[in-house]
């Protein structure tokens, strides 16, 4: 054992001094910038954990943009099924429409996270977002087209979303705009879309079918087997009895959350595979390979084990005629804009900051502008393979937790996820009962942070409540946002407006709790503002020293003047004190 180890540590010393080493900064690479504690073998390691903490992306992101119908198309003459709930020819076009999905994610998944390593050098990876797929295909597009627009439009829009993030990235304001958020706000968020995600996970559609639409109420339980649901897909009767539910709950659900109660990285992956495996054998009532047309497709394709699906369903099928819904494509443009802009620059930031690579002066981290222009880059290119927008993956933190500190630990990742197109038969054929329970549980993970929403201050839990709970209920990422930024203002701007007529006189009684906002958050400012401003002082000090060369008594040179001139700046800036917070200014007046 003594001797492997002696191998291992000689051989990451050999990679380390090399030309590959000294690129992604390894230990011993004599890099000035090096980064301590790094080795090849590590961050393979930890490029193995992530992908195999990630991979669930590759059936769950299928199985929800399947959802959508892509290019299927529904011809029911009869007007008793417009959506084609129980149609065997456009189910067997949605079939394949996974598959091509499913090859799709995987290549998105792997191109993403290799160039997002090799261009930043950071340990994180990135895939079509979870949130983000579901608002695309339940909200923007609709279950089986039943939404605003055309699959086809939504993915010109996302197309388009990606050129317009690189011109924000390269100003600045991609950065900046997540700053002015208040916090609170992009915690709820966060949090519900975890809900969501959890609602999406007990729905039949891709879930475990625990509940259902309902005539008299918003929602309620189902889990009955298919033969007891009506034409609106509502259980009639048998409530609960479902097998495919059952065994989703209990090997897909209380199974991996076991696995994750001892942190066992693929945990996830164990649940998703263990509920599958269940689901193969056919001649089972919770089989996924019924004795019918779709049953016999799916085996079909199944048995093919190692295959190569093309993307012929998904590649290249945008559509360019925006005169057909102008205003919806710039409502779904827009939208997935500023949902993005919560979701992907946040992650970027978390995943930046639990690599601790984040300046605590300026809040920024090493080449974020790269970072966020290949972000955006991706989700372009993911619009052409047909998904939706690619973000940076909460659970990178897995590998960056096994001791990934560069970019070879996503490249790592992303090789992996090219491997695993050759495997579309596989992947195609797991259930949504078993991604369901998946979802429920990244939803609970996404819900740990509501913890750190300021519920002491009313003008910030009321805004925060409003988003977490609008976000599920009104299955809506987007619009929950800005329900909260409605509340936000509208309670907080009456505040002031009172503590204005007042003159301070009225106040609550725990504004000292209140979170601090500000419309210049700390920080940079983006860079053309910061540039505008340079040229804006040099060329007053330009007029000013020419001002003052003239009226220079003799004797005195221009160059001691100058000097001088510099001096005093200096020593202000070293006296000059700018609080953060407004409230400091109490206590440094005491000082």
């Not at 060329?539 to 040179?557: C, F, I, R, W, Y």
């Amino acid at each position: 054992m003594d001797a492997i180890r002696r191998s291992i540590h000689s051989f990451n010393g050999t990679v380390g001094k090399s030309t590959f080493g000294r690129i992604f900064r390894l230990e011993g690479s004599g890099h000035d910038l090096e980064i301590k504690n790094t080795r090849f073998t590590t961050e393979i390691r930890a490029g193995l954990t992530t992908f195999f903490t990630m991979a669930y992306i590759i059936a769950v992101n299928a199985s929800i943009l399947s959802d959508t119908g892509g290019n299927c198309v529904c011809n029911d003459t009869t007007g008793k099924d417009p959506i084609c709930n129980n149609n065997a020819e456009y189910d067997t076009c949605v079939a394949d429409l996974n598959r091509s999905l499913i090859t799709a994610t995987a290549a998105l998944a792997g191109f993403s996270s290799f160039l997002f390593g090799f261009v930043t050098n950071m340990p994180v990876c990135l895939a079509p977002g979870m949130g983000l797929n579901a608002y695309f295909a339940y909200q923007i597009v609709g279950y089986h087209g039943s939404g605003l627009i055309s699959y086809n439009l939504a993915l010109t829009a996302v197309f388009v979303e990606g050129f317009v993030f690189i011109f924000l990235s390269l100003i600045g304001m991609r950065q900046w705009l997540v700053k002015v958020i208040p916090v609170s706000l992009k915690i709820a968020s966060a949090c519900g879309i975890g809900l969501f995600l959890s609602e999406i996970g007990l729905s039949y559609s891709a879930g475990i079918g625990a509940i259902t639409g309902s005539t008299n109420t918003p929602l309620e339980i189902a889990g009955c087997p298919l033969e007891f649901q009506d034409e609106n897909g509502f259980c009639k009767s048998h409530k609960m009895t479902s097998s495919t539910m059952w065994i989703g709950i209990f090997c897909g659900g209380i199974f991996t959350a076991y696995l994750m109660s001892y942190k066992v990285k693929c945990a996830m992956i164990a649940g998703i595979a263990l509920v599958s495996i269940f689901s193969w054998p056919r001649g089972t009532s919770f089989t996924y390979f019924p004795n019918t047309p779709i049953g016999d497709d799916r085996f079909n394709f199944f048995k093919k084990v190692v295959n190569f699906h093309p993307i012929d369903a998904t590649l290249n099928v945008l559509d360019w005629n925006v005169s057909k819904e102008p205003s919806h494509f710039i409502l779904a443009l827009f939208t997935f804009l500023y949902v993005d802009i919560i979701d992907c620059t946040a992650t970027l930031y978390s995943m930046a900051r639990f690599s601790g690579v984040v300046d605590p002066e300026t809040g920024d981290f090493p080449r974020s502008t790269l970072a966020y222009c290949t972000d955006a880059l991706c989700i372009s290119v993911g619009a052409l393979l047909g998904c939706s927008p690619v973000t940076a993956f909460i659970e990178s933190g897995a590998g960056i937790a096994e001791g990934g500190k560069t970019g070879l630990t996503a490249m790592t990742c992303g090789i992996c996820f090219f491997i695993s197109m050759l495997f579309a038969p596989i992947f195609s054929s797991i259930p949504p009962w078993a991604t369901g329970c998946t979802l429920i549980l990244v939803g609970c993970l996404m819900m740990r942070q509501i913890i750190n929403v300021n519920w002491r201050y009313i003008g910030d839990a009321v805004p925060a409540f409003v988003t977490v709970m609008f976000i599920p209920f009104g299955y809506s990422a987007a619009y929950g946002l800005i329900a909260g930024l409605l509340t936000y203002a509208s309670l907080n701007g009456m505040i002031y407006i009172t503590k204005v007529i007042t003159r301070g006189y009225v106040v609550p009684d725990d504004e000292d709790q209140r979170e601090y906002w500000t419309i210049k958050p700390h920080g940079k400012l983006p860079w053309f503002i910061t540039a505008s401003r340079s040229l804006t002082s040099h060329l007053n000090h330009g007029s000013d020293q020419k001002q003052d060369t003239v009226s220079v008594k003799s004797g005195e040179s221009q160059e001691q003047f100058r000097g001088d001139s510099k001096h005093s700046d200096q020593e202000l800036d070293t006296v000059v004190v700018i609080p953060r917070d407004p409230r400091d200014e109490k206590v440094l007046r005491k000082l």
